[in-house]
């Protein structure tokens, strides 16, 4: 197993390497690259957590899930460990992803109760599972505008999920998983709507009755805490350490799912996040930094759009023709991409999924991208984001993010504006304006046309706090506009 004292590229020298990848730097050539002598991947601080992430993680689709004829997935994960990545992305909606998993992790020591456990090298990972049920229990209504993604008969709640996710992971894939088996963490996957967010959140919101239905936060919160407050976790067992959600159109609904936790349940985020965000109803303005400010752990994916920016046709992936076996390609290289993905504010790794692996490290996508994801937060100026934006726009017209809330959806100006009378005073309050292209920078309130005062914006982390100004001015006629760092204006009257 690599360890980081092995590496002895200096940083200087790999951030030239090349192929496909870059665009506009060096070509110096890796020449005989092996895993012998890649640098220490990079790492940043994982949100609030104490751990230090690689910037490149290992998705859990592409070859993993749709895996070609003839084409073994687990040397893949293997030599991913050996470049000393330590963010492992899977879910139990990927087919044989996890089984995948299941058979490096044997290779690896990784499973518990085995006499040769490496335990220390487990602590070392965080390892990332998704569940598609909004539930935390059996037997649950339907509701109108909620998915709920089961794997057959054996899942018919979040506590499901977890508990296929161990057996596949570490156990015998027929229900069983050794005592000391864990998930770093358990993601609500692909969040879609507030109506899913209302299921989440019953037993929270809402008085929790064990003896009848509540949402899937308040039953993973048992098996992250070992507590049984719905009944769902018997043994008190602790099988996950940490909960969040993914998303990759809906950022209304996704601030909204961060707004309404109170209870601090939440501590990862898994979001889209590519060259084209800012054409659609922008990620990078809206959602992650509202992320950021409550510490939670950021991870970016669909960062080439899921194929979309190369052969395939922008729609969702299902079959192994659908994975992406190229390392970048002429006009379009990878690697800007990965780096436009990574120098975004917030985000701490990002995850990608890899086709095949190469001995020849020029069309291997593995060490082509842990290559890419070498760069700092701040690793590429204003103007260079910017020109990656319009080499990327040109793919399919921009159409690539087929996942993600068009422009046209955007609804402009603070939200939710209200007066209250208190002590003689008025409160104007308002919940946070969206963001358009550029970043949100104040709010201006008006009262009969003229201007009051301003209020600077800042990410809003709970909807029971929202921005608020204070006047002893009274009127019939209450205006506030959102601005943005470019000047823009969107207004919201209260008559």
């Not at 590519?274 to 990078?284: C, E, G, H």
């Not at 990878?334 to 020849?360: A, K, Q, W």
């Not at 701040?378 to 990656?388: H, M, P, S």
Request: aromatic share 8%; glycine share 10%; proline share 5%.
């Amino acid at each position: 197993m690599a360890t980081n004292n092995k590496f002895n590229v200096s940083r200087r020298n790999f951030i030239k390497v090349t192929a496909a990848t870059t665009a506009a730097v060096s070509t110096m050539s890796l020449g005989s690259c092996n895993v012998e002598k890649v640098p220490a991947p990079m790492k940043r601080k994982f949100g609030k957590h104490d751990f230090m992430v690689t910037t490149f993680g290992l998705g859990g689709q592409a070859s993993l899930q749709w895996t070609a004829e003839g084409l073994d997935p687990v040397p893949i994960i293997l030599k991913a460990f050996d470049l000393g990545i330590n963010y492992f992305d899977t879910s139990n909606l990927y087919a044989g992803s996890q089984l995948n998993f299941n058979k490096a992790f044997k290779k690896l020591n990784l499973i518990p109760g085995e006499e040769s456990y490496n335990e220390e090298l487990r602590n070392s990972i965080w390892l990332t599972s998704k569940t598609g049920m909004r539930w935390g229990k059996p037997g649950w209504p339907e509701r109108e505008g909620v998915v709920n993604w089961s794997n057959g008969e054996s899942v018919q709640c979040a506590v499901d999920d977890v508990k296929r996710s161990l057996t596949q992971l570490f156990g015998d894939g027929s229900g069983n998983y050794p005592e000391g088996a864990y998930l770093d963490m358990v993601l609500i996957h692909t969040l879609h709507n507030e109506a899913e967010i209302d299921v989440l959140y019953e037993g929270l919101e809402t008085p929790l009755d064990p003896t009848g239905n509540f949402g899937a936060l308040v039953a993973l919160r048992d098996l992250r805490d070992g507590t049984n407050l719905t009944g769902m976790n018997p043994k008190n067992e602790k099988l996950i350490k940490h909960i969040g959600f993914s998303g990759h159109n809906n950022p209304p609904a996704m601030i909204d799912m961060i707004q309404r936790d109170e209870w601090g349940i939440l501590e990862g985020m898994l979001i889209a996040i590519n060259a084209n965000d800012r054409l659609m109803f922008n990620m990078q303005h809206n959602v992650i930094p509202v992320a950021e400010a409550k510490g939670m752990g950021i991870i970016g994916m669909k960062t080439f759009a899921d194929a979309a920016l190369y052969h395939k046709e922008p729609t969702w992936s299902n079959k192994p023709e659908h994975v992406y076996m190229e390392v970048g390609k002429p006009g379009l290289p990878s690697r800007p991409l990965v780096e436009y993905s990574l120098t975004t504010p917030g985000v701490h790794t990002l995850i990608i999924g890899i086709g095949h692996i190469d001995d020849d490290p020029m069309k291997c996508q593995l060490v082509q991208n842990f290559y890419a994801c070498q760069i700092e937060p701040d690793g590429l100026t204003a103007d260079e984001r910017v020109k990656i934006e319009q080499m990327a726009a040109g793919v399919k017209n921009g159409k690539t993010n087929y996942f993600q809330m068009g422009k046209e959806e955007f609804i402009a100006g603070p939200r939710m504006l209200k007066k209250e009378e208190k002590d003689g005073k008025n409160l104007v309050k308002w919940q946070t304006a969206y963001a358009g292209d550029e970043p949100l920078s104040h709010y201006e309130v008006l009262i009969d046309g003229q201007l009051a005062g301003k209020v600077e914006h800042s990410p809003q982390l709970l909807k029971s706090k929202p921005f608020v100004f204070e006047t002893e001015k009274t009127s019939s006629e209450f205006l506030v506009a959102a601005v943005d760092k470019a000047g823009n204006r969107m207004e919201t009257k209260l008559v």
